[in-house]
């Protein structure tokens, strides 16, 4: 006989009329009831907690996100005037600005000062283009003249249009003998402009 | 009134219910005095009556080791049961006892009747004694008949109870069953009763007189070695025991007096025939009695027997006069066995008796054996073991009640915590509004970082003419034949880790200077090919122009690369107006150099890779 079956036996010897009663209805079903409740309320318990912190959590994400919105707004609305204006710059067309602006100083120049002799708009990407994926358009000038006039023209359209970047500048002497012309320079240069595309912001 | 049904007859829903107005109305789940036997507890009754017209009454209290005179009962009563609750009320004064009685055991010391019947298996016994008179034992009270030689007597009429002879011959008859009526039954059901009402722990037992009478004897009579006849006459009968040398218990009968005679008839043969079968050698008499009178009229019958027939030694013993009776209500030796004390002080003495086995299983139990099966009583109320578990299962239903209540109220609570809380009226659809307001704000800032990124001044050809023109004034003794100037965007960087995206590359700007130069200009060539010439040169321009990308910062890299050869048209006899035509024959050295301006990514003029829309 097993020790198991020893104890059982030796245990129900023990047992009076009133025991097993007992057993079954004072204390197992009343804790079979109460724990199955228990674990219940248990179970809400946790679900409720698991909800709360659930939304607890997302709160403080709101919260934070909030802040950071704050703190974001808070940076961006001083930039966003600037940014409508550089928004207006990179829409608009660099070979026709460039073309209009160099329209509009020229004349007040000499041609022995400073007269532009070519304007060019390469398809290539150019040096920087290959980089960036920014969209670009590229000009390339040639100049004839000195380096002051062309500092000064220089200056006036690249303060206008911010969205170019000098890709390369040549400067060379030259001499016409034959229409016995004083010593000029030959300057040629390749600007990358910034653009957007078509129907972006 | 608390009516109590065998649980055998109930359904076992209806047995607990049972259990529960038990554990509820009486005082058995809290008093362990309940459970205990009536000579275990600390304040006890004693009654004794042998059908005469008195009934001996002692109380004795057993902390106090003190014996009293205790109420007196009418022998009419302990028949009718009449009266019990007024005895059993003055018992529970301090009337009798020096403190109010919490509980009480009753005895009844039954002296009216001693008769022995014949076991059927008597002669069996063997082996292992006590475990046998064990068994038998047990047997007997449970089923009398199967034990008994008779196996017509009335188990409703009588009850029995195994008295072994630990000193017997094979030969002889082992054990023999003491009988006694159970007409007493009653009165002691109507103390119960009445007990029962008061929630006051009263247990009773019957036992024989005879037998106690016999155990208190080493008590009494310390000296007594054995190897006699113990002759204890009662009002209507006499028990004697043969008692053998060695102290042990051989045979016993129970004599009955006649017509009203104190003493049996044919006392003396009956004696002498005892004293032989017990085989003692000189048969001696010890008789005792607490009455001079019966004392005396014993001794002439045994005197009158010894003159004419055979001699007999008599000793007798007035029990009147012994001290160890002598605060005992009655003189009676059977209260003496009740007494602890007694009895281990004579146990662990060295007196003879004390030393057999017959006294010594006596004293343990067998003497004071109950001849009312309270065992059938008690196992219609649950056990302590029952309550107890009772008690517990209510302690662990309140505590899972308690877990219960406690975790719905910390729910509850939790609940309206939660509710409370501004988190709980968020709904989805603001946390997907406020996401994407900020996925906006944030896509707007990045915008704007790469749109002004994009848009910062980091190669413009005015300040790049304003860079000759501070790198070689006028009258610096240089003419410039040819100038380049390069801006590249250098390869973009391999992303740190896998899946990381490369948001900006830096820039390579190259100036290329080719120029002839006078030897006045040459220290101004060897300033520009020295690191700290360039970067002063460069933080001029940047001063002057207010350009930062020609600032030299740590994120920059400046270098130069110079070389000076002589000019292999100079001519230094040249008229001025051969230099007016041709400037070169005026200077006698040419040069070139290279100046190189790196700036790594993460330079705040770096090119940003990414779109800005």
Redesign the interface.
Same mark, same amino acid.
């Given at each position: 006989m097993s020790c198991r079956c020893l104890w059982r036996n030796r245990f129900e010897s023990d047992m009076s009329a009133y025991t097993q009663p007992i057993l079954r209805f004072g204390l197992v079903t009343p804790a079979l009831f109460n724990f199955l409740l228990l674990g219940g309320a248990l179970a809400g318990v946790s679900k409720l907690t698991s909800i709360r912190a659930e939304k607890e959590e997302r709160y403080t994400e709101q919260t934070q996100r909030l802040a950071a919105m704050k703190k974001l707004e808070a940076d961006i609305a001083p930039k966003r005037k600037v940014f409508e204006d550089q928004k207006k710059i990179l829409k608009s067309d660099p070979g026709q600005l460039f073309t209009r602006i160099l329209d509009g100083i020229l004349p007040k120049y000499k041609e022995i000062e400073l007269e532009r002799s070519g304007l060019v708009f390469p398809l290539d990407r150019g040096r920087f283009g290959r980089q960036a994926k920014a969209d670009i358009a590229r000009v390339k000038s040639s100049f004839q003249g000195g380096l002051g006039p062309m500092q000064e023209a220089l200056l006036q359209v690249e303060a206008l249009m911010p969205q170019s970047v000098l890709e390369d500048l040549k400067i060379t002497r030259k001499v016409d003998l034959l229409l016995s012309q004083r010593e000029y320079l030959v300057l040629e240069m390749t600007h990358t402009c910034w653009k957007t595309e078509e129907g972006k912001p | 009134m608390l009516t109590i049904t065998d649980?055998?007859e109930l359904k076992?829903?209806d /047995?607990?219910r049972?259990?529960?107005t038990v554990a509820s109305k009486t005082s058995r789940a809290t008093d362990g005095h309940w459970y205990r036997v009536p000579e275990e507890l600390p304040w006890q009754w004693h009654l004794w009556f042998d059908g005469g017209r008195e009934v001996c009454s002692a109380t004795f209290s057993k902390l106090h080791n003190r014996w009293q005179q205790g109420p007196s009962l009418p022998l009419a009563n302990l028949t009718t049961g009449e009266g019990v609750s007024e005895i059993l009320g003055e018992l529970m004064s301090t009337a009798y006892f020096q403190e109010k009685p919490k509980a009480l055991g009753v005895i009844l010391h039954v002296a009216d009747e001693f008769a022995l019947a014949e076991v059927a298996q008597a002669g069996d016994v063997g082996g292992e004694k006590g475990d046998d008179y064990q068994i038998l034992r047990y047997n007997l009270v449970d089923d009398p008949r199967e034990v008994l030689a008779d196996k017509e007597v009335s188990v409703e009429a009588n009850s029995w109870r195994l008295l072994p002879f630990w000193g017997a011959a094979l030969t002889q008859p082992r054990c023999a069953a003491v009988t006694l009526s159970r007409a007493r039954e009653a009165f002691l059901q109507k103390l119960l009763s009445s007990a029962e009402d008061l929630r006051m722990p009263v247990r009773v037992a019957v036992t024989s007189a005879a037998v106690e009478a016999l155990a208190a004897l080493p008590l009494i009579k310390p000296e007594l070695s054995g190897g006699c006849l113990v002759a204890i006459p009662y009002y209507k009968f006499t028990a004697v025991f043969a008692i053998s040398p060695n102290g042990e218990l051989q045979t016993a009968r129970s004599l009955s007096h006649r017509g009203g005679a104190v003493v049996p008839t044919g006392f003396g043969d009956i004696l002498w025939n005892m004293a032989l079968g017990a085989e003692l050698e000189s048969p001696k008499v010890l008789l005792l009695s607490n009455q001079a009178a019966t004392l005396q009229a014993a001794s002439q019958d045994l005197e009158i027997y010894s003159m004419s027939r055979q001699v007999i030694h008599l000793e007798t013993l007035n029990l009147a006069e012994q001290p160890a009776l002598k605060e005992i209500p009655g003189h009676r030796p059977e209260f003496l066995v009740y007494e602890n004390t007694a009895v281990e002080q004579v146990r662990t003495g060295k007196t003879p008796l004390a030393q057999a086995e017959t006294f010594r299983a006596l004293w343990n139990n067998w003497a004071r054996q109950t001849f009312m099966d309270t065992g059938r009583l008690d196992?219609l109320y649950? $056990?302590q073991? &029952?309550l107890r578990?009772?008690r517990?299962?209510?302690w662990? /239903?309140y505590l899972?009640?308690f877990?219960?209540i406690s *975790?719905?109220g910390?729910?509850t609570y939790?609940?309206f915590?939660?509710m409370n %809380?501004?988190?709980?009226q968020?709904t989805p659809e603001?946390?997907k509004m *406020?996401?994407d307001? %900020?996925t906006k704000? @944030?896509l707007?800032?990045k915008? /704007?970082d790469? $749109? $002004?990124q994009?848009?910062l001044?980091?190669?413009?050809?005015?300040v *790049? @003419?304003?860079f000759?023109?501070q790198i070689f004034p006028e009258d610096s003794g240089v003419r410039?034949?040819?100038?380049?100037?390069?801006? &590249?965007?250098?390869?973009?960087p391999a992303p740190k880790a896998q899946g990381a995206t490369v948001k900006a *590359?830096g820039m390579v700007r190259t100036w290329t200077l080719k120029g002839l130069a006078k030897p006045k200009a040459l220290e101004l060539l060897s300033t520009l090919n020295s690191q700290r010439g360039l970067t002063s040169l460069f933080d001029r321009v940047a001063e002057a122009t207010g350009d930062d990308a020609y600032r030299p910062i740590s994120t920059r890299q400046l270098t130069v690369t110079l070389t000076q050869g002589r000019n292999t048209r100079f001519d230094a006899q040249a008229a001025p107006a051969d230099m007016a035509r041709d400037p070169t024959l005026a200077f006698p050295f040419n040069f070139e150099a290279t100046i190189t301006q790196t700036l790594s990514e993460k330079d705040e003029l770096s090119?940003?890779?990414?779109?800005?829309?």
């Open positions: - | 649980p055998c076992a829903a /047995i607990y049972q259990a529960c196992n649950p $056990t073991r &029952d578990l009772l517990f299962s209510s662990l /239903i899972l009640a877990s219960l *975790t719905g910390y729910g939790s609940l915590a939660a %809380h501004p988190s709980w968020l603001e946390m *406020t996401q307001q %900020h704000l @944030l707007e800032k915008q /704007i790469v $749109t $002004t994009l848009l001044p980091r190669s413009r050809g005015w *790049t @003419l304003e000759l023109l410039l034949e040819s100038f380049q100037y390069k801006a &590249d965007a250098a390869s973009a *590359t090119l940003p890779l990414e779109k800005p829309f």
